[in-house]
């Protein structure tokens, strides 16, 4: 792998559905993938460091949640999502494409409209990129009028700043999801029930949604895949299997932690989730891996010969 100057790739213009890559991608919001956004009132928690979530109007409609994702070093991304990996990617780009938190929810969401479950999480309606001025307003509502606004073109660019820009993303917009606004409460008995059986189903479909605390649920679903992997997904494929049922019991063992968080008298909780956390993995079959997810490209020959061929740094076995 070329380890040259590298410069993150900028969102194609005018937008096409991200990543670009084979696999599952979301479509901008708009037709330009830039809207008026008015900021009403942070939503996230303060520990979150992968995104900032805010109640926002967008061309005076809504309210929407906004989920405005930070930038991270591809390095980072290889090292800490992609460490595991039996065969390094071919490109720093690749890092970015299959591991960065944005991407990740972008493949996600992708796929649950592909196959019309998007009743299985919070609902995704399309990416958007704010303008150089609308990332210093925000910014500054956050830090403070008195700081000094970020630029996507300052001086110096090493990651102390707000968005986390490193000189990889100079002049890169910070990128966003549109989300359903969705109220933060525990989940009641009949959805508590349904937290397991939507987790098998996302499973199926191909998606390993990784983080299951309970901070990534809002009102019994999901809201938050900027870990997961999705089919085609390069560490799914070269992952040892060992290690990626390790990673899969850590997910459901997060799930059941959340269960007994919750549970109260009218909460059941399901004792097939509590055999595969007792030892009875090996007796799991939705394993995403499995998932077909060459049904679904126009050009299933190219896509299996890109992931086959493009993917992973030639002679890296």
Request: glycine residues 6%; contains cysteine; aromatic residues 12%.
């Amino acid at each position: 792998m070329a380890l040259s100057v590298f410069h993150q790739a900028c969102p194609p213009s005018p937008p096409v559905p991200l990543p670009c890559v084979p696999g599952p991608k979301l479509a901008p919001f708009t037709p330009n993938a830039y809207a008026d956004i008015e900021f009403i009132e942070f939503l996230g928690r303060e520990n979150d460091v992968d995104s900032l979530v805010w109640k926002v109007k967008i061309n005076k409609a809504g309210p929407f949640a906004l989920k405005l994702f930070y930038f991270w070093h591809w390095n980072f991304l290889r090292k800490n999502q992609g460490g595991d990996l039996t065969r390094p990617l071919a490109s720093p780009q690749l890092y970015v494409d299959y591991f960065d938190p944005f991407n990740c929810e972008c493949r996600a969401y992708g796929r649950l409209k592909e196959e019309k479950r998007e009743d299985l999480a919070v609902r995704a309606l399309g990416y958007l990129l704010l303008t150089p001025q609308q990332e210093i307003d925000l910014a500054r509502r956050v830090m403070g009028r008195s700081t000094p606004p970020p630029s996507a073109n300052a001086a110096t660019l090493d990651g102390d700043n707000f968005w986390g820009r490193h000189e990889q993303h100079r002049g890169l917009p910070v990128r966003a999801i549109v989300k359903d606004l969705v109220a933060s409460k525990a989940p009641d008995p009949v959805q508590a029930a349904g937290l397991w059986v939507d987790l098998q189903a996302l499973h199926s479909l191909g998606i390993f949604v990784k983080d299951t605390h309970g901070g990534n649920y809002l009102n019994g679903k999901l809201a938050d895949f900027s870990r997961s992997w999705t089919m085609y997904h390069p560490a799914l494929d070269q992952i040892g299997t060992r290690k990626l049922r390790s990673l899969m019991l850590d997910e459901l063992q997060q799930l059941l932690d959340y269960y007994y968080d919750e549970a109260d008298d009218s909460t059941v909780i399901p004792q097939d989730l509590e055999a595969f956390c007792s030892g009875y993995l090996d007796q799991y079959r939705n394993f995403p891996k499995a998932y077909n997810w060459l049904k679904w490209e126009k050009n299933a020959d190219a896509a299996k010969t890109y992931v086959e061929q493009e993917v992973f740094e030639r002679g890296a076995h």
